[in-house]
């Protein structure tokens, strides 16, 4: 099993930043082989792709809302992959979810690929 606990979250103004971080650990947690993927749910709305990266040569993936403003990056020595979010907005506040892949799918942003998912942490962007 594989255990994802995420942290960072808050309450920030439109504009401002906050780094999201996702620790994972397990007795199957193959970090060579996974892909690490942020994802996000507003609201009233469905779970939606937000960043991925592999863990092996940090390929990295974005949505296009997020493109430019988000940065997803990973410590092998930590098993910790992080979200680096600049220039938030509104439209940003969700829950944010970490997620692992066992097969590596870095590149496909479908959510239904990913095996083990965290709790969630809370996101608001305030106007």
């Known amino acids: 099993q594989v255990l994802l606990v995420e942290s960072g979250g808050g309450l920030v103004q439109a504009g401002g930043s906050l780094r999201l971080s996702c620790a994972a650990s397990?007795?199957?947690?193959?970090?060579?082989?996974?892909?690490m993927g942020w994802f996000r749910q507003a609201p009233g709305k469905e779970r939606e792709f937000v960043a991925a990266i592999s863990w092996s040569r940090g390929n990295t993936y974005y949505a296009s809302s997020v493109k430019g403003r988000f940065t997803i990056s990973r410590d092998n020595a930590k098993n910790t992959v992080y979200l680096q979010m600049n220039s938030l907005k509104p439209e940003d506040t969700a829950v944010y979810y970490c997620?692992?892949?066992?097969?590596?799918?870095?590149?496909?942003?479908?959510?239904?690929?990913?095996?083990?998912w965290g709790q969630g942490t809370q996101v608001t962007v305030s106007s």
């Open positions: 997620a692992a892949d066992r097969g590596g799918s870095w590149y496909d942003p479908s959510q239904y690929l990913y095996d083990y």
């Open positions: 397990g007795r199957t947690f193959n970090s060579y082989a996974m892909a």
